[in-house]
Nanobody, 128 residues
Framework: QVQLVESGGGLVQAGDSLRLSCAASGRTFSSFAAGWFRQAPGKEREFVAAISRNSATTYYADFVKGRFTISRDNAKNTVYLQMNSLKPEDTAVYYC?????????????????????WGQGTQVTVSS
């Protein structure tokens, strides 16, 4: 059984930074492509960023390009999301997800239905 646990969320002011972590247990996380999604109250879950198994390929939503960076440390079974220049509209619950698919493409990375495992989420709140 694979479990993913997010951490690093909190309450910050606009312009501040946070680094989210997603730790995997039960299986070596290098077996998974990984993604970050977020969901605000009353809104659909939306894609934030994704990274391939070997970190060779990354994808970002347009609204976070230049501000957020996804990375991973397979030796620690952990994927990270560095978030800089945070805005109030970034407020949401952030989820990490793992994907066992062999073919890593933008289309599949953006689709939450393609992911096999999900964490419980961590709250990020950005005040104005």
């Amino acid at each position: 059984q694979v479990q993913l646990v997010e951490s690093g969320g909190g309450l910050v002011q606009a312009g501040d930074s946070l680094r989210l972590s997603c730790a995997a247990s039960g299986r070596t996380f290098s077996s998974f492509a990984a993604g970050w999604f977020r969901q605000a109250p009353g809104k659909e879950r939306e894609f934030v960023a994704a990274i391939s198994r070997n970190s060779a390929t990354t994808y970002y939503a347009d609204f976070v390009k230049g501000r957020f960076t996804i990375s991973r440390d397979n030796a620690k079974n952990t994927v990270y999301l560095q978030m800089n220049s945070l805005k109030p509209e970034d407020t949401a619950v952030y989820y990490c997800a793992g994907d066992l698919r062999l073919l890593f493409t933008m289309t599949r990375a953006l689709n939450p239905n393609e992911y096999d495992y999900w964490g419980q989420g961590t709250q990020v709140t950005v005040s104005s």
